[in-house]
């Protein structure tokens, strides 16, 4: 019942995925936005599919649908639920980078979490693409001011400020969806699996 104009989430989701499997990668773990409120903490298959945020879940989807195709376990991809925030977002890389096998490349659902991880990798001595690559989803500007710069997903932020004020002020009643595409952006945090 609600005007939107969004971006094709899963889409994009596929495009963070093959970037980093074609690069070598078979060892991922997803920093996830919530996928109900009030939760963080690692995710199971059956919260995955209760989700409430579709962006979430469909971003997810993405990135398993492409992992899949290039013979990775999704079952064994660790997703931790973040607050989207530093803190929790903290908490999920100890989290998993206290497995026996960490993974070599991390899948983030926004660039937020990404420049996070890049900051906590590189605190704790590992070398970001080296050691373990980072993609983010967005495209915010902060992303050109991380270092090494973020590879992203970035969505037309401001194309999408425009048709929403445009939808607004031209209201006439009607409901429209608008789904605009997004674009892989490979900057320095991503690189060939060790």
Not at 48 to 63: C, P, Q
Not at 86 to 97: H, K, P, S, V, Y
Not at 127 to 147: A, R
Request: hydrophobic share 45%.
């Amino acid at each position: 019942t609600v005007s939107a104009i969004g971006v094709d989430n899963v889409a994009g989701a596929r495009m963070a995925a093959r970037h980093l499997a074609e690069l070598g990668h078979r060892r991922f773990a997803v920093l996830s936005l919530q996928f109900a409120d009030g939760s963080t903490g690692l995710v199971s298959p059956s919260q995955v599919a209760a989700a409430v945020y579709t962006g979430t879940r469909d971003r997810l989807a993405g990135y398993f649908e492409e992992l899949s195709r290039f013979g990775v376990d999704t079952a064994k991809v660790p997703v931790y639920e973040t607050g989207n925030d530093e803190a929790t977002t903290r908490a999920g890389l100890e989290t998993i980078f206290a497995a026996d096998e960490p993974p070599t490349a991390i899948l983030a659902l926004s660039d937020r979490m990404a420049m996070v991880a890049v900051d906590w990798l590189t605190g704790r001595g590992l070398n970001v693409p080296g050691d373990v690559s980072v993609i983010g989803f967005d495209g915010v500007p902060d992303g050109l001011l991380c270092s090494p710069q973020l590879t992203t997903i970035a969505q037309p932020i401001a194309e999408i400020g425009r048709r929403a004020a445009r939808m607004i002020l031209n209201f006439d009643g009607a409901v429209r969806r608008e789904m605009l595409d997004v674009q892989l952006v490979v900057r320095a945090s991503t690189g060939p699996a060790k």
